[in-house]
């Protein structure tokens, strides 16, 4: 992950930090997730969790597993005696690798030029649509 949720505790990861970190891990995230559903045995629990506090490591994500694994797949509230925690963000804007605009969906991303994009599954200036809010 980023690790930008380490930042509390060592202010050298502040000096690396950017804001489009957490767009470069995302699909790295996303192929760590999917990998580890497909070797769960069906039943079985699998523990999400990064040392990021960006929505595009953690909500995006998991919301994405979601929408793909079509219902064979639920999320379940940690019960540890101590936890706490709260819902998901349910809205975060994405950076535009190349910027400093900020985009609400993956709509709102101007098509490039000469070339509208039909697949739903494109990229947008290094943004996917999984990095947004469902």
Known sequence: CSGDGTIRKSWACLAKWHTTHSVHVHVLQLQLLKRCLQLVKVGGTVVYSTCSMNPIENEAVVAQVLFEARGTVR???AGLPGLRSHSGLPKWKVPDTNSN????????????????SRNRNCTKRGLTRAMFPP
């Open 75 to 77: 999320i379940e509230k």
């Open 101 to 116: 605009v900020l985009y609400d969906s993956f709509d709102s991303i101007p098509e490039p030029r000469g070339r509208p």
